[in-house]
Nanobody, 128 residues
Framework: QLQLVESGGGLVTPGGSLRLSCAASGRTLKNYAIGWFRQAPGKEREGVSYISSSGGITYYADSVKGRFTISRDNAKNTVYVQMNSLKPEDTAVYYC?????????????????????WGQGTQVTVSS
């Protein structure tokens, strides 16, 4: 069974940067596309970014486009999201999740129920 663990969250001032990691165990990550999601208090979970299993296809939410960069290292079984120019509205719990590459249907905007394995989340707080 695929297990995902996020790390790298924390408190950062506006304009700062963080890099989140999503480490996989149990199965090889190369068979899965990965999505990053976030959920702020009182709001629905939303898709932030997506990367295909090979890394060749990426998508971003309009709110983070140009500031966030998703990448993956299949040899390390890890996916990353580099977050620059952070804003207070980026404050949320960030989750990574895996989508089987064989799963049909729309890739972006993401359908949360298509993601079968989720990490526990890591808190990102952007505040002065």
């Amino acid at each position: 069974q695929l297990q995902l663990v996020e790390s790298g969250g924390g408190l950062v001032t506006p304009g700062g940067s963080l890099r989140l990691s999503c480490a996989a165990s149990g199965r090889t990550l190369k068979n899965y596309a990965i999505g990053w999601f976030r959920q702020a208090p009182g709001k629905e979970r939303e898709g932030v970014s997506y990367i295909s299993s090979s890394g060749g296809i990426t998508y971003y939410a309009d709110s983070v486009k140009g500031r966030f960069t998703i990448s993956r290292d299949n040899a390390k079984n890890t996916v990353y999201v580099q977050m620059n120019s952070l804003k207070p509205e980026d404050t949320a719990v960030y989750y990574c999740a895996a989508r089987d590459t064989q799963w049909p249907g729309r890739i972006w905007p993401p359908v949360l129920s298509d993601y079968k394995s989720w990490g526990q989340g890591t808190q990102v707080t952007v505040s002065s």
